[in-house]
């Protein structure tokens, strides 16, 4: 088994000398998370975790063979050997402080200076000697432990880590304590707590900075002065903290005196960054309105602000140096994650706004926005990722949804609405086609049996119905007319024509005389104009003015004159009718040659059933041509159709 997996050793940064970070009683390297960065800015730090702690090999554990803390010492001389490049300055919290000076003692020279922080040589009061602790104190300890550890570290957390204000650094410790193997950590304590360094101080001539709190329950001032008295090139530096664990509580003090005390023995960089400075930095990180984490190239977190572990309901210490960052992703996106952004990280460098569904230590899901960046810090690959709690758009993106998939709904069930409208449009027109069809021959039956009747003898009164049923007849073949010819031009592909060279004049005037005939009590004249001979359907010309003229009789001023103008010009003829009397309303217009549109809504509606200018029209669009309207109170109503020819020879 290497050194490196049996203590879990991890290395960062680079510069002239190497720090290495021993972690206290119970806890493990992660306890560095807020000094070690600082100081890889400036040189080569290594963490690393005691055997029986964090996450060292627990085989590796012998009882017997930890049963002092000379085997510890024994271990940190051998990751010195492995790890250390140039001066190597050892950093110890609480007991290891004291591993450090039993390794320095056994191997003399190899640490180049020692930096201890809360140190105790002995916990036990001995006379004039005050280690903060009576025997029965520490066998009460001891007891507590032995009895029930689980109640003894959430109990005794909170107290050895003091910081009142910050009481989720108790937590975090508590954590850390219940992490640890029991009968691993009861042993641990009894040496940590009865073992007795006095007579090896005097002896450690390695220039050593002791940090001590001004109100540590563990280690009292008292104990830092004594050992400072004790050790020939020791200097005490009391940081003004409550607790036994300043590196987390007061990481910015603790921060600076390690750099002015590693100043003052000529191991300074340049380019120093402030204690105090970095102090701020690390502040502002963990005060982001964003979580911050970083990890190395196999995604095992190394650094975390608070931000992000409050959000996950996690401890710092749960998560640096314990959990890798796809372990907190649910499955799908630990699987895209894996799939997709971390490939694109390794192509391009970067992802942005990736979003992720996050899970917190109670197993919610949290919905993010996930940023990451990948570059090279002190010869290693690392990960950044920045992280944005997003249940609001999440909430948005999820109601946007939903109101596009209703609208799709009345969309399609609104086109369902359409098609069965269009559906029972076409059957509509079909049955006024059928029907009008079958209607064609009794009409026409009756036409000719009111014919052959009006030839015989017949009184008077005879007569007069006859012409009535005549008439009647007549009009009822013309709507029939037209209802076919609506039924073509709406469901077929418009109205056929048959194009022959005709007369234009005698064409029109012939279909006038018929509608004299027809309107016995109006004024009827035909205008001819120009030359006569033109190309059209003579039929559907003669169809064409009976609409327009049967209009102008039933929108028309009754005595007025309705007037049939026949007009041959070189490239084009044109068919107009004109009629006094009330103008069309401009609203009406522009739809009055659609099917069932009447020009005034007063006329009665047994009149008409609004065909004949949709007729009119689809003539004109037969030939070719347009139709036209103008309409004032002055001038009267002209309809006007123009239809295209070729230039006369």
């Known amino acids: 088994m290497t050194v490196e997996r049996r203590h879990h050793v991890q290395v960062a940064g680079s510069g002239p000398a190497t720090l290495f970070f021993a972690h206290g009683f119970g806890c493990d390297q992660t306890m560095w998370r807020l000094v070690q960065p600082a100081c890889a800015r ?32 024994d271990d940190v001389l051998e990751l010195v050997s492995q790890f250390g490049q140039g001066p190597v300055v050892f950093v110890g919290h609480s007991v290891s402080a004291m591993i450090g000076l039993l390794a320095d003692l056994k191997a003399p020279g190899r640490i180049a200076a020692q930096v201890m922080i809360g140190p105790s040589p002995c916990y036990l ?67 940590t707590f009865l073992s007795d360094h006095r007579a090896q101080l005097p002896r450690l001539t390695t220039p050593t900075l002791i940090l001590q709190c001004s109100d540590d329950l563990i280690a009292p001032v008292a104990v830092g002065q004594y050992m400072r008295q004790a050790m020939p090139n020791a200097t005490l530096k ?53 979580g911050l984490a970083q990890t190395d190239a196999q995604g095992l977190l190394r650094r975390a602000n608070l931000v992000f572990c409050q959000w996950l309901g996690y401890t710092p210490g749960e998560l640096v140096g314990q959990r890798k960052f796809q372990d907190l992703l649910t499955t799908g996106c630990r699987i895209f994650h894996c799939t997709h952004s971390l490939p694109l990280l390794q192509l391009q460098g ?155 004049h005698a064409t029109v005037a012939g279909a006038v005389q018929e509608l004299s ?42 005595g007025a004159p309705v007037v049939v103008t026949s007009t041959r010009e070189d490239a084009f003829f044109s068919l107009s009718v004109h009629n006094h009397g009330r103008p069309i309303p401009a609203g009406i217009v522009d739809g009055l040659f659609e099917p069932m549109v009447r020009g005034c809504e007063q006329v009665n509606a047994d009149r008409s059933v609004g065909l004949g200018l949709f007729i009119v029209s689809e003539i004109a669009k037969a030939h070719g041509g347009t139709v036209s309207v103008t309409s004032t109170l002055e001038g009267g109503t002209v309809f006007t159709v123009v239809i295209p020819q070729a230039p006369e020879a």
């Open 517 to 558: 005939q027809v309107y016995p009590g109006r004024v009827l004249r035909h205008v001819r104009q120009g030359a006569s001979r033109c190309t059209a359907d003579a039929d559907r010309l003669a169809q064409l003015v009976g609409n327009l003229v049967s209009n102008a009789m039933a929108y028309g001023e009754p």
């Open 125 to 191: 009061n001995d006379g004039n000697y005050t280690g903060g602790f009576e025997r029965a104190d520490i066998d009460a300890l001891l007891g507590s432990m032995d009895n029930n550890y689980l109640v003894w570290s959430s109990t005794m957390a909170p107290v050895i880590m003091g910081a009142p204000d910050r009481p989720e650094l108790g937590a975090e410790l508590a954590s850390s304590f219940c992490r640890t193997d029991p009968d691993i950590a009861r042993q641990f304590a009894r040496v």
């Open 238 to 290: 009391i940081i003004n903290n409550i607790g036994h664990c300043p590196h987390l509580s007061a990481p910015g003090a603790i921060t600076e005196a390690i750099n002015d005390f590693l100043v003052s023995q000529g191991l300074e960089t340049q380019n120093t960054i402030p204690a105090a400075i970095a102090s701020e930095a690390q502040d502002l990180l963990d005060q982001a309105p964003c």
């Open 350 to 504: 970067s992802v942005s706004e990736v979003r992720v569904q996050m899970l917190r230590k109670d197993g919610q899901q949290l919905p993010m926005l996930l940023n990451a960046r990948r570059h090279a810090q002190h010869g290693e690959v690392v990960d950044e990722f920045a992280v944005f709690v997003a249940q609001d758009r999440d909430r948005y993106e999820k109601e946007l949804v939903q109101a596009r998939t209703k609208l799709e709904a009345m969309v399609a069930h609104a086109n369902d609405l359409q098609a069965e409208a269009s559906d029972r449009a076409i059957f509509a027109e079909q049955m006024v086609g059928i029907v009008s069809h079958d209607l064609r021959n009794p009409i026409m039956a009756m036409l000719m049996s009111a014919e052959l009747l009006g030839k015989g003898g017949v009184t008077a009164d005879q007569s007069d119905v006859l012409d009535l049923i005549l008439r009647a007849g007549d009009r009822a073949s013309r709507l029939i007319a037209n209802l076919l010819d609506l039924t073509q031009a709406r469901l077929g592909s418009g109205l056929s024509v048959s194009p022959a060279s005709i007369d234009l």
């Open 42 to 73: 400036r040189f080569r730090t290594v963490t690393f975790d005691l055997v029986g702690a964090g996450q060292s090999d627990l085989s590796a554990y012998d009882p017997q063979k930890y049963s002092s803390l000379q085997s510890y010492a």
